[in-house]
């Protein structure tokens, strides 16, 4: 015999039938997977061997040229850096070259100078490294 308060289908309430089924005109598991995803069966697209095992933009003969370039780079750099005074290298290294950068005011006092003279030593510095790797490239 049937509860007095519970529909006959499946221990539903009366009227709610057909409302898991669809909601806002889509069907309730769309709803659950969000707009425009679908299930997909077996792997995914981007875990297939060909995604991962060959590159179309990957040429050989490019990336050698970057890395040789690179290298040229670094040394040329390294060049005109051994050509400035110490402390005009030691003011660009910490500047621009060393992970923890100085201030104007920490170099100026560890020079005992002031920080426009510190900003005018990095700038003079700057142009003589700037016109020497223009002149070796």
Do not use: C, F
């Not at 040429?59 to 970057?66: C, S, T, V």
């Amino acid at each position: 015999m049937a509860d007095p308060g519970r529909s006959p289908s499946r221990g539903r309430r009366p009227g709610r039938e057909g409302r898991n089924r669809v909601r806002n005109g889509k069907p309730h598991g769309a709803l659950r997977r969000g707009p425009g995803r679908q299930r997909r069966r077996g792997r995914q697209r981007s875990d297939r061997p060909i995604h991962y095992l060959k590159h179309e933009t990957a040429d050989p003969a490019a990336e050698l040229e970057a890395g040789e370039w690179d290298r040229r780079q670094q040394l040329l750099l390294r060049d005109a850096l051994d050509q400035l005074d110490e402390r005009s290298r030691e003011i660009v290294a910490s500047r621009w070259l060393n992970e923890e950068k100085l201030t104007l005011h920490q170099l100026a006092d560890r020079y005992n100078v002031s920080a426009e003279r510190i900003r005018q030593l990095e700038k003079n510095a700057m142009d003589k490294l700037r016109s020497r790797l223009l002149v070796a490239m």
